[in-house]
């Protein structure tokens, strides 16, 4: 579905370094970092939106940019800022879409609309943030993608919103022929969801992993100085506290403590980026 290889670009001061994945179909992968690591600009480079300096994306098996017509015509996309569209009505953007996509299905679209209680003749500048994304959402879905790329669809949105959003995004891959990427910095919106994760920070890839191992695997050691030293673990970083420690590190076998917890993602981005190594 998506392979990417070696890609690296330079934006002024910023450059995205050699990131490597792939996601085959039926699957949600997100993506992970601080602001200002990378992840927009990875999106934009898998969009065709930005040209790599360096490496090789392939979706669909096809190149990007010498099967550009059929590429774009099977990606759903959502961003976070959409701006662009303040001044159109949902009619208005129906007509963008009619005419953009060759397998637009308006009966499906006007589904999304009504089941997200959105009335046809709103204008989307005057819609919340959450009845925004929805719509753009609804677009997104209603051309028989096999991929939607998302780029923080959650961001500032209530608990609520966000749940409805990627309970739909579960649905939309449940029958194995369509893949999501999503972009956020909103880590636990991943943790019910996703089946892999492409972590980046300042512009390099941490690790890609899938959600099986990335559960079984991290562990979280916590106690006194003394005891992560009596630990002999070997950690990725330590966070230190006012009254304990805290160890990250990789388990390789059966670990049975009550030191030991199961970090979120949020603790294991945390760790990689503010621990001491």
Do not use: C
């Not at 690591?37 to 300096?53: E, P, Q, R, V």
């Amino acid at each position: 579905m998506v392979k990417v290889e070696n890609l690296s670009k330079s934006r002024g001061e910023f450059k995205l370094e050699n990131i490597s994945f792939e996601l085959k179909e039926g699957y949600i992968m997100g993506l992970i970092g601080p602001n200002g690591s990378g992840k927009t600009t990875l999106i934009k480079l898998i969009l065709g939106l930005l040209k790599a300096d360096e490496g090789e994306i392939k979706i669909f098996d096809k190149d990007i940019f010498e099967d550009e017509i059929y590429v774009k015509d099977n990606i759903g996309f959502v961003f976070d800022n959409f701006n662009f569209y303040q001044h159109l009505s949902i009619k208005d953007y129906k007509r963008i879409l009619r005419s953009s996509y060759s397998k637009f299905d308006e009966k499906l679209f006007n589904s999304y609309i009504e089941s997200f209680e959105i009335k046809n003749k709103s204008y989307i500048g005057n819609l919340s943030k959450g009845e925004a994304i929805k719509v753009m959402l609804a677009g997104a879905l209603s051309h028989d993608a096999r991929l939607i790329v998302l780029d923080e669809p959650t961001a500032g949105l209530d608990p609520l919103v966000r749940k409805d959003i990627l309970k739909l995004l579960q649905e939309v891959i449940e029958d194995g022929s369509k893949s999501v990427i999503i972009s956020t910095h909103i880590t636990s919106d991943l943790d019910g969801i996703a089946d892999y994760i492409t972590f980046i920070n300042k512009g390099k890839e941490v690790f890609t992993r899938n959600m099986e191992w990335i559960k079984e695997r991290f562990r979280l050691f916590r106690g006194s100085s003394e005891e992560l030293k009596n630990s002999k673990l070997n950690f990725i970083s330590v966070k230190k506290n006012k009254y304990y420690e805290e160890g990250l590190f990789i388990n390789n076998k059966e670990l049975v403590s009550e030191n030991v917890s199961t970090p979120t993602l949020e603790d294991i981005m945390y760790h990689y980026i503010k621990g001491e190594k």
